[in-house]
């Protein structure tokens, strides 16, 4: 651990799971290390798929897993993408849905979310590249097999030598490819090349340079927007441009928390009514959530037991992967079932 300086440990959330993190957290470590439970389905898929193959031709499948769940904690939309949605679990009624239909509007929704936040282009894998707009499957093959040859990009103008990538795909993707460290400052945000003379004008007029602007709010505050609108660039794209230089790369995420399950409860016989239980939302459906309290067993919050107002839709309340805390109303042993409530006193 202090040789490798390992800033967390990700464990898999299936069997064996609560008893390797018990484990984990017995030991002395010379400093305090995060152990987190991840979400491993279809990681027993990936590890033997033809992607994961081509990552990793000399690994065993075990490890090939294991990466893939530490990988899940580090940067799990781009690991997700390499799985087929069937095989995570994506909510109820999945199989009965046209699987076309279903894989498009899937990958609509990644498309966006990919797009939204950008990728890395030195780091991103394949699969993950082949949702950028205006790049495919064979382009993002291309720019894959480029970087292992000609190593990293060191920038956005660097994607044009890349073998059939032309002038639409590039005016389609650049802006969604982030370049760390690169030759230009403003190639590690969201701002399009061809906007980039936009905002060197704005740095000249008040004889600062780029990075200044990155910087400093009270500097991107002195900028009058209206002395930059012309016939193709409007107020709206300025002002988009000048947001973007405020938070130039920063992840969108919200500040990550370290979630644990109560200690000694790890098998259905150990949870008793009445008890209170941090748990994690694995699924929402129409009549409710389940709840994952850390036994291998989800249990239900019927949509009644959801809040102490009237719900219609349990969307209202909850959202996949959110931390909640749950009382524990009723466990039937027979048939493995757990009815929990989220009603609270200040809900």
Excluded: W
Excluded at 61 to 66: K, V
Excluded at 95 to 106: A, E, F, I, T, Y
Excluded at 254 to 281: A, H, N, T, Y
Aim: hydrophobic share 40%.
């Amino acid at each position: 651990m202090n040789t490798y300086k390992v800033e967390a440990l990700a464990i898999g959330n299936g069997t064996g799971g609560r008893e390797t993190d018990a484990f984990i957290n017995e030991l002395p470590f010379s400093s305090d290390i995060p152990v987190i439970m991840v979400n491993e389905s279809g990681a027993s898929v990936y590890s033997a798929s033809e992607a994961a193959r081509e990552e990793f031709p000399d690994l065993d499948l075990t490890y090939r897993g294991a990466v893939s769940i530490g990988r899940r904690l580090m940067d799990p939309l781009a690991e997700l993408v390499k799985i087929d949605p069937k095989s995570i679990g994506v909510g109820q009624y999945q199989h009965d849905v046209n699987p076309l239909g279903l894989k498009r509007s899937l990958d609509d929704v990644v498309m966006s979310c990919v797009n939204a936040v950008g990728v890395d282009v030195n780091t991103a894998s394949q699969q993950l590249l082949t949702y950028i707009s205006g790049l495919g499957t064979q382009l993002a093959k291309n720019i894959v097999t480029y970087r292992d040859e000609y190593g990293p990009l060191s920038s956005r103008k660097e994607l044009k030598k890349v073998p059939r990538l032309g002038p639409k795909a590039f005016e389609q993707a650049a802006g969604f490819l982030r370049i760390r460290g690169g030759n230009n400052p403003l190639d590690i945000s969201a701002v399009h090349p061809e906007s980039y003379g936009i905002v060197e004008a704005m740095a000249k007029d008040t004889g600062l340079k780029v990075t200044d602007l990155l910087e400093s709010d009270v500097l991107r505050g002195k900028i009058d927007l209206n002395k930059y609108v012309t016939d193709s660039v409007g107020m709206p794209t300025l002002t988009d441009i000048l947001a973007e230089l405020a938070k130039p790369g920063r992840d969108p995420r919200d500040r990550f928390e370290v979630f644990k399950f109560k200690q000694g409860i790890e098998k259905i016989e150990d949870v008793q009514p009445g008890m209170s239980l941090p748990g994690v939302v694995t699924n929402v459906t129409a009549f409710g959530a389940y709840v994952d309290v850390g036994i291998h067993q989800d249990g239900l919050v019927h949509i009644s037991q959801l809040a102490n107002r009237f719900i219609k839709d349990p969307n209202e309340v909850v959202k996949v992967h959110q931390h909640v805390t749950v009382k524990v109303l009723d466990v039937d042993l027979a048939r493995k079932r757990i009815s929990l409530s989220m009603k609270q006193s200040f809900d």
